[in-house]
């Protein structure tokens, strides 16, 4: 039996990678407990989650992400909208928000519905980029027309550095218990690179030049990557080259990354 597509391409996949180990060393024990994972994409952080043990309920946004995680991984996986979280309130011991807050124009009240679904004394896993200006790799998204004020991504905004993300977590009555980055500037700058691309690619596809970057820059279906195939396969031949390249960052320990992950508790009621 053939692997599903979301993992071949995590195979290949760079930032992902770093994403998921992110997520996986962070996240709090899950086994027996009822988890709520907010921003499920195609399935692929849903897939490493359940293997975890618990049990997960996987929600997005976008149609065809949550048709292609329930082709991943079966069952509870729901569609939602970006104006409320529609589960109970105290009906999960875990929530994890993993990198689509920045892409809510009112996070704010979306943020509050997250931790009202959360039990007292549960545990919250938040994940986004840090959008910090007046880096390399910030400069390099604006290059490319990746920044909120060009409406990049479809960001509302560009992220959440540390002081933000602890005072947004504070505000909703979590306790901080730490705060991390990851992906220096090598890989990220190779994300930024291969999104375009992709973006690119997959417009000509469409016979069209519109470029609004509120469409796609990675593959969302199996469809999808088919229909760019031979540059798929470029790709892959191409893949150590670019994977020695994000090796680099090892030569920069002492640099932050441009993406965070922060996780706390709800305060006991």
Not at 199 to 211: D, F, I, N, P
Request: hydrophobic share 40%.
């Amino acid at each position: 039996m053939a692997e599903p597509w979301q993992l071949q391409l995590y195979r290949r996949s760079l930032k992902k990678k770093q994403t998921v180990k992110a997520l996986l060393d962070h996240l709090p024990p899950v086994e027996g407990r009822l988890c709520l994972e907010m921003g499920c994409g195609t399935g692929l952080t849903s897939h490493f989650l359940r293997e975890r043990g618990g049990t997960w309920v996987s929600c997005d946004f976008e149609r065809d992400h949550v048709r292609s995680a329930r082709q991943l991984v079966g069952s509870r996986v729901v569609q939602v909208s970006d104006r409320r979280v529609p589960f109970r309130a105290g009906a999960f011991d875990v929530v994890a928000a993993i990198n689509f807050l920045e892409h809510i124009k009112d996070d704010d009240t979306f943020f509050a519905e997250m931790v009202q679904a959360l039990k007292p004394g549960g545990d919250f896993l938040f994940m986004a980029p840090k959008g910090e200006s007046g880096r390399p790799g910030f400069a390099l998204k604006r290059a490319l027309g990746f920044t909120a004020d060009q409406e990049g991504f479809g960001h509302a905004r560009d992220g959440y550095p540390p002081a933000r993300t602890r005072a947004l977590m504070e505000r909703h009555g979590l306790v901080v218990e730490g705060i991390e980055d990851y992906c220096r500037l090598f890989t990220e700058s190779l994300e930024d690179v291969l999104n375009y691309a992709y973006h690119r690619k997959s417009m000509q596809a469409k016979q069209t030049q519109e470029q609004d970057f509120h469409g796609d820059t990675a593959p969302m279906s199996a469809e999808a990557l088919n229909k760019v195939g031979t540059a798929y396969k470029v790709y892959s031949a191409v893949f150590p080259a670019l994977r020695a390249w994000t090796m680099l960052d090892t030569l920069i320990p002492f640099t932050s990354g441009y993406m965070m992950v922060a996780w706390g508790k709800k305060k006991a009621a």
